[in-house]
């Protein structure tokens, strides 16, 4: 398994590909730990920093890990510290996990 966490920003209108630029993603974990991610989709407006940390912050033990894939996440940014909470849930992705923005 690598070292390094993934983090991933996919900017676009089209949902289709977007959505597959993800997949990459998990395939890139699966390929790493040798089981399939788990994954967890949420709109940025019905989560919070703190969430998304509890997702990634933990490195794998057995299986694949965490793919945390965040959809539109301008919510997530509005407010000064809603935006230092992010960096630091940013900063807590462990290896064996990955947090993918994707704004459509």
Request: proline residues 8%.
């Given at each position: 398994m690598s070292d390094v966490p993934i983090l991933a920003y996919y900017r676009g209108d089209d949902g289709w590909s977007l959505d597959r630029a993800a997949d990459v993603i998990a395939r890139r974990i699966?390929?790493?730990?040798g089981a399939r991610p788990e994954r967890w989709r949420v709109p940025g407006v019905e989560t919070n920093a703190g969430a998304i940390g509890e997702r990634v912050a933990t490195a794998p033990l057995?299986?694949?890990?965490?793919?945390?894939?965040?959809?539109?996440?301008?919510?997530?940014?509005?407010?000064?510290?809603?935006?230092?909470?992010?960096?630091?849930?940013?900063?807590?992705?462990?290896?064996g996990n990955a947090l993918v923005f994707i704004e459509q």
């Open positions: 699966e390929a790493d730990t057995f299986g694949g890990g965490t793919l945390a894939v965040v959809v539109d996440p301008a919510p997530l940014l509005r407010a000064k510290a809603d935006r230092e909470a992010l960096e630091a849930s940013i900063a807590t992705v462990a290896p």
